[in-house]
Every structure is written in C-alpha cells, then in structure tokens.
C-alpha cells in the first residue's frame, strides 16, 4: 500500500483522526448526489461508537471491531473513522468529492474532512472548525528530520478569523506493529513536536511498510 497511517492530536478540533483506507474505487460512491450514503449508512447502523472507541480487550467490542472490518472488506470502498475518545464520539466518513489535490469526505450527518495528500486541512460541522490550514508536505514528514511550521485558521465566537502558528520538530521513532480495525500493521513510525503560543503537541504518523 505505501499509505501514510496517521494519528494527529489537534489543538484546535478533533484530539484524534485516525485515517483508514480499505480497497476499492466505486465514482458512484465518491460523488455526492444529493441523497444519503446507504453504504455509509448500513456500515455505521452496524457497528456503534462504543465498539470503536471501547477496550479492544472486551470481547464484545472486539467481535464489533472484526465484523466491522469484514464489511469493509465485503463492500471494497475507503472509510474514515474519525474519533474523539475523550469525549465518546465517532463518526464515519466516505468519500464526497474533491477538487485541486484535496479530497471531502463526509458523515452521514454532513459532517466533512478535508485531506491533501493524506493530510487534514479544513472540518466543517465538528463545532469549532479547521477553516483552513498550512501544513508541511507528507514527502518532508516521512523524511523524519529538520523542523516544519504549521499555521491553523479557525473562527473564534465572534465569527473572525483568527490564526495559530506552530514550529515543530521531526524524529524517527522505533518501527512499531500496530492494528487498524483488526488488521495487523507493519509501520515505520515518525513524530512531529510542535509549539506555539496556544501551547503544544505532539502529532504522531504510521507508515505502512510496504
């Protein structure tokens, strides 16, 4: 696959997004028509937040997890998963649409994630939203040295733009064996420090090895 596998905790929207990608290029189902996603839909009636977010040490939440992962593997279409533990939420999001390298994809409730080249940009419907981003490439990241910067544009309640820059730090990790969803992972890891002054954090990447 050669995929970026990612984590990345957010200062300003989601504490986690984990992106996964299962095989398969259906344009019926990357195009939105106006209508729900069934595919979408029927995937996340069967498999609730909590057998996402739960101990996969459970049973119950693991057998959640393993018929999860046969449905994707049944119908051949991407998903993101998009999580924030803390708070015990989930959502599902397919493919939308896209336009000048960046790919939508959205929940069945309209919420959406904007990637370029396997990194978010910009969320709409999450609260307090991504506007828009300036981030390092994924080529510079897999490289796992030297130092980026990242600036974030969000809406602050008054509905003006405000925007947070961030320096950050690149360093290889030890390679780790990591699961998505039942399937098992050989990956070489990277992470990025970054500070700023609305504080500090830590994004952490997965990529697969093969």
């Known amino acids: 696959m050669g995929t970026i596998l990612e984590m990345r905790y957010l200062l300003l929207t989601l504490a986690?997004?984990?992106?996964?990608?299962?095989?398969?290029?259906?344009?019926?189902?990357?195009?939105?028509?106006?209508?729900?996603?069934?595919?979408?839909?029927?995937?996340?009636?069967?498999?609730a937040p909590s057998p996402i977010l739960g101990a996969t040490n459970d049973p119950a939440i693991r057998a959640g997890i393993v018929n999860f992962r046969a449905g994707l593997q049944k119908e051949g279409q991407p998903l993101i998963?998009?999580?924030?533990?803390?708070?015990?939420?989930?959502?599902?999001?397919?493919?939308?649409?896209?336009?000048?390298?960046?790919?939508?994809?959205?929940?069945?409730?309209?919420?959406?994630?904007?990637?370029?080249?396997?990194?978010?940009?910009?969320?709409?419907?999450?609260?307090?939203d991504l506007m828009s981003s300036v981030l390092p490439s994924t080529a510079t990241i897999a490289a796992a040295q030297g130092t980026t910067t990242r600036r974030y544009s969000y809406l602050d309640g008054a509905d003006k733009m405000q925007s947070v820059d961030f320096a950050c730090q690149l360093a290889p990790a030890p390679p780790e064996s990591i699961e998505v969803v039942a399937k098992p992972y050989v990956t070489r890891k990277v992470t990025e420090a970054c500070s700023g002054p609305k504080g500090s954090f830590t994004n952490e990447y997965w990529f697969d090895s093969g």
Not at 32 to 44: D, E, H, I, T
Request: hydrophobic share 40%; glycine share 16%; charged share 10%.
């Open 81 to 128: 998963l998009a999580s924030n533990a803390s708070l015990k939420f989930g959502t599902l999001l397919a493919p939308f649409g896209g336009s000048n390298g960046v790919e939508t994809w959205s929940s069945t409730g309209y919420q959406t994630i904007s990637l370029r080249d396997g990194m978010m940009v910009a969320t709409r419907g999450f609260g307090q």
């Open 16 to 47: 986690a997004v984990v992106t996964l990608s299962a095989c398969g290029d259906d344009p019926s189902f990357k195009a939105y028509g106006g209508g729900a996603f069934p595919l979408l839909a029927a995937l996340k009636a069967k498999t």
